[in-house]
């Protein structure tokens, strides 16, 4: 058995209840996957964003919103950020639930 130190544990992320997990391109900061919080205009605040910087095993955005990858090894997908608010956004994509599952399963990419 192995225990964890209680301060060790991160605290639990804002409330994502009724919230559409989501891929939104933007004009000129690039693509990202999270939760919709709101949209006005251009203007989106997305949740636990991770910003999709390289992907394979789909053809387009919207093929990974549907299907996800199908080879999350050769993605590279950054830690996600709790909030982030992105400015001309371009297009959103609501994801499936077998999107989402293989979107949180590409491991974190960092130097």
Known sequence: MEYIRKDSIAPIPASRVG????????????????YLKSRI?????????RRIYYWEGAAT?????VDGTSNPAACKFPVAVPRLELLQAIEIL???????ESIASVKIWEL
């Open 19 to 34: 919230l559409q997990y989501v891929i939104c391109r933007t004009y000129s900061a690039g693509v990202f996957a999270g």
């Open 41 to 49: 205009g251009q203007e989106v605040v997305l949740l636990e964003a």
């Open 61 to 65: 955005l919207s093929q990974l919103a």
């Open 94 to 100: 609501e994801c499936t639930t077998k999107a989402q």
